[in-house]
């Protein structure tokens, strides 16, 4: 049962309630008198975040858009004959594939998950795997000949526009930029499975070592 004792000291009166510790208020006053628990961010995640995840995703979403909106334009005004890159769907599913890691390297940025590390080792390590093969095949378009210039038969006639060298250099011109952010999405995907990997495999030895 709850105790009060009232003081008078200088012109004020002063109340003390002594509460037991079976009291219900108890729990309520140590609850409201707690300090909210500061956040704290691993040491895995802060090495991770040194190589500035946020940044890395931003040029990963910004290339996996690019991919998909020359995607889109290409497959419409190659209807008929597409070319290698194009008939392969790289420009799509590596383009999903950037959008991917790139929400993920913005959210790490955001979040002290190590699982979220882990999501990220994973999607870039897909991520670099397409990139050689999307170079691969830019590579190989630009040696061959437009799509639908390619003749079976002798003296099969080729079309008009297969003449034109403006449509071979335009077709290279864009190949050759294809390859060049295909080898901008590798040098970030390197980056942040390097980075994601220290940062998961100190976690594991932490665990360990606990």
């Known amino acids: ?23 219900p208020r108890v ?10 628990a500061p956040a704290v961010t691993s040491f895995q995640v802060r090495n991770f975040r040194r190589a ?6 931003t040029i990963h979403i910004f290339t996996g858009i690019v991919h998909i909106c ?8 190659e209807h008929e004959t597409l070319s290698l890159p194009v008939a392969s769907g790289i420009l799509f599913w590596l ?3 950037l959008l991917l890691s790139g929400s993920l390297l913005v959210e790490s940025e955001k979040r002290n998950n190590i699982l979220l590390v882990k999501a990220c080792c994973i999607v870039n390590a897909a991520v670099l795997l397409s990139t050689l093969v999307a170079t691969l095949l830019h590579s190989m378009a630009i040696t061959r000949n437009i799509p639908g210039c390619e003749t ?21 011109g864009l190949d050759s930029i294809f390859v060049t952010f295909c080898l901008l999405e590798f040098c970030v995907a390197v980056s942040a499975l390097a980075f994601g990997y220290n940062a ?3 976690h594991d030895y932490t665990r360990m070592a606990l």
């Open 27 to 36: 729990a309520q006053l140590m609850a409201g008198s707690s300090p909210p």
């Open 70 to 77: 020359f995607g889109i334009i290409l497959t419409v005004s």
């Open 95 to 97: 383009g999903l594939l």
């Open 1 to 23: 049962m709850a105790t009060t004792t009232v003081t008078e000291s200088g012109g004020m009166r002063i109340i003390t309630e002594v509460i037991p510790a079976t009291d």
């Open 152 to 172: 079976n038969m002798l003296h099969q006639l080729k079309p008009e526009w297969c003449f034109s060298a403006e449509n071979k250099l335009l077709s290279n």
């Open 52 to 57: 500035q995840p946020k940044v890395l995703g």
């Open 200 to 202: 998961v495999k100190q």
